[in-house]
């Protein structure tokens, strides 16, 4: 298939890498003319504007935003709305507000156009572990996209199929689901970012609690010297707290056992603070993603050892650099 990929960030580029290795065919365009001529070098169509990118594809056209939540979401999907032709379909990639996303999604079929919400995980390792989706949107037009998303997601794997599970639709296998209408996509990826906060703070305290019993706070009989890169790569192996977090925290203490490349400001991209204000419209106690919330607000005024750990988890799948506010 055909599609624009519109913006070529650290997820966009190797976005519209992996589909080409696909052969799928790809239209890249970004405010950096820099971005736009590497994954032209690459096989790329290189497109100078949003017009252009237009008419360089053949309806129906597929655009794929994979921009920041906010306003270079929402000014490039409106533009596009205004650009496009009846039958056309927008795809944003990013992480966006569910609630925008129905709002678009009403907008553009007044218009007569498409429009998918993709959740997707996978972060800097996703052109070669491929990427986790998951899709919101009506279902001629998802089933219609499927060449894409199936060139994207990670495939079975090595991975043990679930005891007992019996399901007619094999996606969620291969690494990728039609969650349901236009916002389901952005909706359980935004749940899911706000399980990462949690289970990313329980390791940055377990650690934290490991390095502090070092202390001369403490008797000095009571005292442990743990080695922590040691005890992240035991816990990999065969522990039942073992992941790819706990994987990018022994990566990470490998390279620099006090993290002095971290100062353990812990920014956050919004969707753990989405995810507790879904909760209490559906009051559901979220104990454990609250809590994580909050550490993340209190690192930017004071900095623990955990919070160097959380930074580098976010460095490692992500590329996310430490940005102090």
């Known amino acids: 298939m055909r599609l624009a990929m519109i913006g070529l960030g650290r997820m966009g580029a190797n976005i519209a890498r992996r589909l080409m290795r696909g052969e799928h065919e790809i239209v890249a365009f970004d405010r950096d003319e820099k971005a736009v001529a590497t994954l032209a070098g690459e096989g790329a169509t290189a497109a100078t504007s949003l017009e252009d990118v237009v008419a360089r594809l053949s309806a129906p056209r597929i655009f794929w935003v994979m921009l920041p939540a906010g306003v270079p979401t929402e000014s490039t999907v409106e533009a596009l709305m205004g650009l496009a032709e009846p039958g056309d379909i927008i795809i944003d990639g990013g992480n966006s507000f569910y609630k925008d996303d129905i709002r678009r999604g009403a907008d553009a079929r007044a218009k007569q156009l498409h429009y998918v919400d993709v959740g997707t995980s996978g972060g800097v390792w996703g052109?070669?572990?491929?990427?986790?989706?998951?899709?919101?949107g009506d279902k001629e037009t998802v089933d219609l996209l499927d060449p894409i998303f199936d060139a994207l997601a990670p495939g079975y794997g090595s991975i043990p199929r679930t005891t007992g599970r019996d399901a007619p639709d094999g996606r969620a296998e291969r690494g990728y689901i039609h969650a349901g209408p236009t916002g389901a996509g952005h909706f359980v990826k935004m749940v899911h970012n706000g399980i990462e906060y949690g289970l990313m703070?329980?390791?940055?305290?377990?650690?934290?609690i490991l390095k502090g019993k070092s202390s001369e706070k403490l008797p000095p009989e009571e005292r442990f010297d743990i080695d922590l890169p040691d005890v992240a790569e035991v816990w990999r192996r065969g522990s039942v707290i073992s992941s790819w977090l706990l994987d990018l925290c022994a990566i990470g203490l490998a390279k620099d056992h006090d993290?002095?490349?971290?100062?353990?400001h812990v920014s956050d991209s919004g969707e753990g603070q989405w995810t507790i204000d879904a909760a209490m419209e559906e009051a559901v106690p979220a104990n454990v993603l609250a809590a994580a919330l909050f550490a993340r607000y209190r690192s930017r005024v004071e900095h623990t050892f955990g919070d160097k750990l959380l930074s580098a988890m976010r460095f490692g799948f992500g590329g996310h650099v430490e940005v102090p506010q």
Do not use: H, K, P, T
């Open 201 to 208: 703070q329980a390791y940055a305290e377990g650690f934290d």
């Open 259 to 264: 993290l002095e490349a971290f100062s353990g």
């Open 127 to 136: 052109l070669e572990r491929g990427y986790c989706m998951m899709i919101g």
